[in-house]
Every structure is written in C-alpha cells, then in structure tokens.
C-alpha cells in the first residue's frame, strides 16, 4: 500500500494503518491489503490508486500442474506454492513466494502471473463497487493540516532570532508551525496544523508575507507603518518600501502630517524600482484612475 499513499507535500499526515485478523488463512495477508487499501480511502487519504491482493496456489504433478486463486489455509498447507500479490490493475506494488518444491519454471510464473492479475482486477472492482473513490474531506475529528514551499534561504526570516518570529506566529494564530528542510535541496516545506482553519489561513498568511519577495512593476495592498516629512513607508510582505509626497497624489501636498493619510491605513501601491541596498520605491499616484485624476485639485 506504502506504493499509493501521497508524498508528504499532497498529505502531510502520519498514518497508521493496522489489520487485526483472527485467524491465518490462504489469503488472510491480502485481505488485510484489500482492507487497508479501503480504510485508506474511506479515512480521506487521496491515494495515487486502489490497491487489491490476491494468493496463488500450485499443485504440481510431475509436469501437470494446477494454479489455484485466492488459496485456503489447506490449500496453502498442502500446495506447493504460495505466491501472494498487491497491486493496481496496471502494476504489482509488491509480492511474496513460498515453495515447497526445488523451484518453478518460467510458464507457471508467468501462468500464475496473468492469473493473478485477473483475480486481482475482479476483486479492485468489488471494492470500487463498495467505495468508488476516497473521501474528498477528512473526519471532523482529525487535525487539519497544511502545506507551502519556501526557499531553504527564508527558514532564518520564519524562525527569527532565537525562535521568536515562529513563537510568535504559534502564540497569536494558535497554529503549530513546523519547518521540515530535509525533503529537498530546492525547497523547505513548512506544516501548519491546527482544529482550526482560521488558524492555519492567519498563520499561512502571515509565513507567506515573511517569505515573499516584492517584484519591480507589481501592484500591492500595503499598510502605512510611518509618516515622514517627505512621503509615507508602506509595508508589504514585511518589508518596508517609501512612497515619496510627490508619488502619492497628482495634487501637491504642502504637509504630509496634516494630510489625509494616517498609519495603519491600507493603500494600493505600485513598485517602482528597489535598488542594490534592497531600498524599495513606491507609487500611489500612478495608479489614480483618470476620475481620480481630474478630481484632484490643482494644490492642496
């Protein structure tokens, strides 16, 4: 089954998966296959494709031989064979052969091979008949949880120093934020996971802003963090850009601490250029719609 489940990107969960069986049959190992595979489903895990299993049997007779599917525990203890089966209806995820004689020829390998196949195609579409496909949600009961990609160079930026900036994200989401850099080379994966949603949206959002990079000709929603003799600072994605006085209205503004803009408050703005320093400038008055424009008075 280890063949179907989802990388860690698509499912973040550990899973544990256990098949109790009361008594050792033919088969009983493949029924926990099969059983599995449709706890799997049934549980939400969007796996790759069903999974079904299926034990073979062999009576040989000089050069007679007989294959048996789905074999029972007698037929297991007096056969010569015991050949059992996992996969899909296109590939075989994963097989186990016991025998009982000096060894088998390539023709009853390959026999019980394509048998094995069309009892394993039969039993997947009893279990499709059951459950047709995996749950598209989770239980109510399990945690949620969430995965992005950042670059290996922003993990600093999300744990800040000594932890502080990911205890901070942990204490006001109420989200539990972990960073896994082992995956790949390219990329860090960071979980988020909480019975709340909201939580895991406020944390992914706030990781995202800390992550991102501000892009030279990209228009943002920013937030006035400062107002200076000659313009305002506007954060975006955490970081600090200046939209000058003459960049934010096409009308002259003669005081900006007078003016109508205040922090805290939210302005569209565009990127102008960020130089070699990482210094970001930004314009407001480019994105004015003509309206806008001519409604400005000629000085204010």
Excluded at 56 to 65: A, P, R, V
Excluded at 274 to 279: K, Y
């Amino acid at each position: 089954l280890a063949a179907a489940v989802p990388s860690q990107d698509l499912f973040p969960y550990v899973i544990r998966l256990e098949s109790n069986i009361t008594e050792s049959n033919g088969s009983s190992s493949m029924a926990s296959v099969c059983g599995g595979c449709l706890s799997l489903m049934d549980a939400g895990v969007p796996i790759k494709t069903p999974i079904s299993g299926i034990a073979m049997g062999l009576i040989l007779e000089g050069s007679d031989y007989m294959i048996l599917s789905d074999i029972l525990g007698a037929e297991d203890a007096l056969g010569d064979m015991d050949l059992k089966i996992a996969g899909s209806s296109e590939a075989i995820t994963a097989f186990q052969m016991d025998i009982k004689v000096e060894g088998i020829t390539p023709e009853i390998l390959k026999a019980a091979l394509a048998q094995a196949k069309d009892g394993r195609v039969h039993i997947l579409n009893k279990m499709l008949e059951a459950c047709p496909k995996a749950r598209t949600e989770l239980s109510v009961y399990a945690p949620k949880i969430r995965t992005i990609r950042i670059h290996p160079s922003k993990i600093g930026i999300v744990i800040g120093p000594g932890g502080k900036q990911i205890r901070e994200i942990t204490d006001t989401t109420g989200a539990e934020v972990n960073i896994d850099d082992s995956v790949s080379e390219e990329y860090a994966i960071v979980s988020f996971s909480s019975v709340d949603a909201k939580a895991i949206d406020d944390a992914e959002k706030w990781v995202v802003n800390l992550t991102s990079d501000v892009e030279i000709g990209k228009t943002y929603q920013g937030k006035i963090v400062s107002i200076v003799a000659f313009g305002v600072f506007v954060e975006i994605f955490s970081k600090q850009g200046l939209c000058h006085i003459s960049e934010l209205d096409h009308g002259r503004i003669e005081d900006m601490f007078s003016s109508d803009f205040k922090e805290g408050q939210i302005i569209e703005v565009k990127v102008l250029d960020i130089n070699d320093r990482g210094q970001i400038r930004l314009s407001r008055k480019i994105l004015l719609s003509k309206e806008e424009r001519e409604a400005q008075p000629a000085s204010s």
